[in-house]
């Protein structure tokens, strides 16, 4: 099992930056893939950014794209994603998530940070 805590999230104004971590314990050496995703109530739960746990390869959902940056540190078996330039549209609770090889779905998840964007 790997167990995601997430932490980071907050109220910020429009044009702002928030970096949101997820620390990843366990059986953390079978991880493949991590990745945020999103959820605002009463919609479906989005992907924003994923990153393999090599750190070799990232991949971001078009609305993101230039503004978030995900990384990780190895060392800490920790991802972040840096959030830039920060929209009332990007409100929502986000989720880390991870995967393992070979599995083409994400079987664990953190509980959630709520991020609020005020205009």
């Known amino acids: 099992q790997v167990q995601l805590v997430e932490s980071g999230g907050g109220l910020v104004q429009a044009g702002g930056s928030l970096r949101l971590s997820c620390a990843a314990s366990?059986?953390?050496?079978?991880?493949?893939?991590m990745a945020w995703f999103r959820q605002e109530p009463g919609k479906e739960r989005d992907f924003v950014a994923g990153?393999?746990?090599?750190?070799?390869?990232?991949y971001y959902a078009d609305s993101v794209k230039g503004r978030f940056t995900v990384s990780r540190d190895s060392a800490k078996n920790t991802v972040y994603l840096q959030m830039n330039s920060l929209k009332p549209e990007d409100t929502a609770v986000y989720y880390c998530?991870?995967?393992?090889?070979?599995?083409?779905?994400?079987?664990?998840w953190g509980k959630g940070t709520q991020v609020t964007v005020s205009s």
């Open positions: 366990g059986r953390t050496f079978s991880i493949y893939t």
């Open positions: 998530a991870a995967r393992d090889r070979g599995v083409p779905n994400y079987d664990y």
């Open positions: 990153i393999r746990w090599s750190g070799d390869i990232t």
